[in-house]
């Protein structure tokens, strides 16, 4: 097994975080310090925990903790989209591009709450 940066959840949620940081840039400043520092908190949490993960994945119980957090930043994500979509922020395109990513890193880590085996989780 190499490194946390071979595993496609961690390749997609960095994908994701980058395209929300460079997309929230052109959002209004006074969203500087509120929907702008959440959504892109949340993306790139996300990554990180993925990145935790890997690194407990000895532990399956904490592997599977750590994949939960990843869940649970990812969807906080979505519903950060979902307030940019309707502050129109974003358009329609971009929301479902966007979501689009955001469901298959959810698809990606509950594949791996499911299989923690094929990840290096060591059962006892």
Same mark, same amino acid.
């Given at each position: 097994?190499? &490194? @946390?940066?071979?595993?496609?959840? @961690?390749?997609?949620?960095?994908? *994701? ?7 929230? +840039?052109?959002?209004?400043? %006074?969203?500087?310090?509120?929907? #702008? ?5 949340? $993306?790139?949490?996300? !990554? #990180?925990? &993925?990145? %935790? ?5 000895? @532990?399956?119980? @904490?592997? #599977? ?7 649970? %930043? !990812?969807?906080? &994500? ?17 929301? $479902? +591009? *966007? ?7 959810? +698809? ?5 709450? !499911? ?7 060591? $059962?006892?």
């Amino acid at each position: 097994m190499g &490194t @946390y940066k071979d595993l496609l959840l @961690y390749r997609r949620t960095f994908d *994701l975080a980058m395209e929300i940081f460079h997309i929230t +840039k052109s959002f209004p400043k %006074e969203e500087r310090y509120s929907l #702008i520092d959440q959504i892109r908190r949340s $993306s790139r949490s996300a !990554n #990180i925990c &993925t990145v %935790e993960a890997y690194r407990k994945r000895r @532990y399956p119980n @904490y592997f #599977i903790s750590k994949l939960t957090d990843v869940d649970m %930043e !990812n969807s906080e &994500t979505q519903g950060w989209l979902q307030f940019a979509l309707a502050c129109n922020y974003i358009n329609q395109d971009i929301f $479902s +591009k *966007l979501t689009g990513q955001s469901e298959e890193v959810g +698809k990606l880590v509950n594949f791996m709450i !499911n299989n923690p085996d094929r990840f290096g989780a060591i $059962s006892a």
